[in-house]
């Protein structure tokens, strides 16, 4: 059984494309959850009119969307976990191309979709996601046009966790606490902490580029949200995750990309989105800690050099 997870908070524009096309997978042994995360438009009305077959989690009050995610995570039991965007529309082979990797490949725990963007269908956002030594993670062909070498089915660092599946025993195995998404890093970058905890325990993930998903590009979120947290959690990940070998190796490439977007935010300190991403790398360094500490018990089982094989430089 698959449980395919959407996150929703005031996404009732776009719930009705999500929903419709999964309406028409051609795999079909799936069950549909979507968290709402304290809503106030009318998206919980939609869902019980409309879509009675989904099953609603509603939760009292937006925390965000790790938070959302790990509600799901617990209150259901299927043996793969699918997370997917409430602002995506797949097409009717997608989860059969998705899942069925992972059917296929036993050794790959997690399975990255194709990501395309949603007006511009020729133009990719995702074909699975990287990690750079110096702590800025990115996607694979962003902005670029579809070409030959991202229709291959091939090993990626990870994947975006805006439509991608896990198994569930492998997300068990990476519980902090309990939790599978740091609840900490409250949205943006959660998937990428995963990723990396993933890869410190030789968890490998597979790009699908038949599992083709459009997505309209930070619908429900985007602009000073994303620099905040960004700014924010590009510090605490690579704080929290990087391994000590390879934090004196690179950390002058660290510190050399945060001041780059600390001198890009000041010469643009009058945009919203560049003053955002100030009080984000501020918030970074204050909550270091706390991430710290999180640190103590995060290298039990690491396999450091495959780590560093899988980075982008």
Not at 30 to 46: A, K, Q
Not at 177 to 194: I, N, P, Q, T
Request: glycine share 6%; charged share 25%; aromatic share 10%.
């Amino acid at each position: 059984m698959i449980d395919i997870i959407i996150p929703n908070y005031n996404g009732a524009a776009f719930l009705p494309t999500c929903l419709d096309a999964l309406r028409r997978q051609t795999r079909r042994d799936f069950c549909v959850v979507v968290v709402d995360d304290g809503s106030t438009d009318d998206s919980r009305e939609l869902l019980r009119r409309h879509y009675p077959e989904v099953q609603v989690i509603a939760l009292p009050q937006n925390r965000g969307l790790a938070v959302a995610v790990n509600a799901a995570f617990d209150a259901t039991g299927g043996e793969y976990v699918v997370l997917l965007n409430n602002d995506t529309e797949v097409q009717p082979r997608w989860l059969e191309q998705l899942v069925g990797a992972l059917d296929r490949f036993p050794e790959y725990a997690f399975a990255a979709s194709k990501l395309m963007l949603f007006d511009r269908r020729e133009f990719i956002h995702s074909a699975g996601d990287f990690y750079r030594t110096d702590g800025v993670p990115g996607n694979r062909g962003v902005w670029q046009h579809d070409a030959p070498q991202f229709s291959v089915m091939q090993e990626v660092f990870g994947p975006c966790a805006g439509a991608a599946a896990y198994r569930r025993q492998a997300l068990e195995a990476l519980s902090e606490r309990g939790k599978v998404l740091d609840e900490d890093l409250v949205m943006y970058c959660e998937d990428v902490d995963l990723n990396l905890r993933a890869r410190l325990r030789g968890l490998r993930t597979v790009f699908v580029p038949q599992a083709v998903v459009y997505h309209r590009l930070s619908a429900t979120g985007g602009g000073k949200l994303a620099s905040y947290y960004c700014g924010r959690n590009f510090i605490l990940v690579w704080a929290k995750n990087m391994p000590g070998a390879l934090i004196r190796r690179h950390w002058p490439r660290f510190l050399f990309a945060q001041l780059r977007f600390t001198v890009a935010a000041l010469l643009h300190v009058r945009e919203e989105a560049a003053r955002a991403r100030l009080r984000g790398q501020l918030a970074g360094i204050v909550a270091l800690p706390l991430f710290l500490r999180k640190r103590l018990n995060r290298f039990a089982h690491t396999t450091t050099p495959e780590l560093a094989s899988t980075l982008t430089s």
